[in-house]
């Protein structure tokens, strides 16, 4: 398993390129098994679950290319096991997403229920309750989802109890095959949505209401044109490289950005004190660090609000801080497994209830640290990087699960940093 050994404290210096949003390509990854035709990509990222996406897709029968220098993916999506096997949703829970397209299109689907995960228990009720209800007669035994329509699915309304966005995405991609129209209330706003809805669009899907709560859908009128799909970049990855570079005091510029998904990240930064402009086309962002950063009290919320996958990287950043700060997380009940990691390198953070209770500024002193999820890992490098020595971070696979080529990146930006396996 690899490793990453960081000297520190880091200085980053220049500019950096977002990678493709790896939270946008899954869901329309999966939109291949759709089709009869192939269906390409740009702008893919090279990630481990871009790898697992395409292994699982290729376990169901389709055959797939992937230019990892170009980011180009092309899907020949000729399916013959309708089946998500546990040996790959284990790797990675979303591939539940395949549940909607392959139940839409072929009327049958099995896949393996993802189970737990290091940040909470998250199941996947809302999935199957709004597929219920489009007519799906579904049932789990020996941890798989059955699911089988006679005919085809049929329009309905769905309201989501709480907002999910692999749920809205599901009901989506399903609600785009059904006979009649669907409409998805309480439905995620998150940037994501939207650009598997548009995508829905731009393949003939009429579609009203995407970014707001309440999504309608007209199915039936799926069909592939031939331009290949853009993924647009990662709004997380850019927020990640903002906190690096508030907490290593460096300024840096973020180039393939759209920071008008970012508003609430960009918000909560200015509100520490910490110098963002961003470029009349939103494409680029300039960060300028401050030697003091303010100290906040914030909720972690669904989109427009402030993302739960930025929470682990900026409780480094209040850390640094002066005062105490607050974050409630009110999205997942486990996601603060970071902080026992982030204590060990001299942070103060208590955790009560859903709320990390932050004092800072604390000097940190470099620790062996072990991730245990793909942000908390990502926070875990920050800390790296602002700690005075080398710390180890173990355990990177995380890592290379949703950042591309973190490592390399932080390497050009001029940071001491080396990968090592163990
Ligand atoms: N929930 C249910 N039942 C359901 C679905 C969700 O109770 O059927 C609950 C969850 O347990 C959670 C809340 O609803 O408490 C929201 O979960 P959601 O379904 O929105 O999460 P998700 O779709 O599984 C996606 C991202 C996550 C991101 C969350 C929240 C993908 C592939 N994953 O997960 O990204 O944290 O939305 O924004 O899009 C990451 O990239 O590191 C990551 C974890």
């Avoid at 393949?203 to 009128?221: C, D, F, K, M």
Wanted: proline share 5%; net charge neutral.
């Amino acid at each position: 398993m690899d490793a990453l050994l960081i000297n520190g404290p880091a200085k980053l210096k220049g500019e950096v390129k977002v990678a493709g949003s790896k939270n946008t390509a899954l869901p329309l990854l999966f939109c291949a098994l759709l089709f009869d035709e192939e269906v390409s990509y740009e702008n893919v990222p090279r990630l481990w679950d871009i790898e697992t996406t395409l292994g699982l897709l290729q376990s169901m029968g389709t055959e797939s290319s992937w230019d990892k220098q170009a980011g180009t993916v092309r899907i020949f999506p000729r399916v013959r096991r309708r089946e998500a096997p546990y040996e790959w949703v284990k790797k990675m829970r979303a591939g539940i997403l395949a549940l909607g397209p392959l139940l839409a299109k072929y009327g049958e689907a099995k896949v393996s229920l993802p189970g737990g995960c290091a940040i909470g228990a998250r199941p996947v009720n809302f999935h199957l309750e709004a597929l219920s209800k489009m007519g799906a007669e579904i049932r789990v035994e020996e941890g798989y989802i059955h699911a089988r329509v006679v005919d085809r699915l049929r329009g309905t309304t769905y309201r989501f109890p709480q907002i999910s966005v692999t749920g809205t995405e599901n009901v989506l991609i399903a609600a785009s095959f059904a006979q009649g129209s669907t409409t998805i209330e309480n439905a995620a706003r998150e940037p994501e949505v939207v650009a598997l809805g548009k995508q829905l669009a731009a393949w003939g899907v009429p579609i009203t209401g995407l970014g707001t709560s309440t999504i309608a859908v007209e199915g039936g009128r799926l069909k592939l044109p031939c331009a290949p799909v853009v993924i647009p970049p990662d709004r997380i990855e850019a927020g990640t490289w903002i906190s690096a570079a508030l907490a290593t005091r460096s300024e840096l510029t973020l180039t393939h950005t759209d920071a008008t998904e970012m508003e609430a990240v960009l918000k909560v930064f200015r509100s520490m004190g910490a110098g963002i402009e961003v470029s009349a086309d939103a494409k680029r962002i300039h960060v300028l660090p401050v030697e003091q950063y303010r100290a906040i009290d914030i909720e972690t919320a669904p989109y427009p609000g402030f993302a739960t996958d930025m929470q682990a990287q900026l409780l480094v950043n209040l850390c640094l801080a002066n005062g105490k700060s607050r974050v409630k997380e009110t999205i997942f009940e486990n996601r603060f497994m970071h902080v026992a990691e982030l204590r060990r390198l001299g942070a103060k953070i208590a955790i009560e209830g859903n709320n990390a209770i932050v004092e800072g500024p604390s000097r940190l002193l470099a620790a062996p640290m072990m991730a245990t999820d793909l942000r908390a890992s990502a926070s875990l490098v920050i800390a790296g990087l602002c700690a005075h020595g080398t710390t180890k971070v173990s355990r990177i696979y995380h890592l290379d699960r949703g950042y591309q080529r973190l490592d390399e990146k932080l390497r050009h930006l001029g940071a001491d940093v080396t990968r090592i396996s163990e």
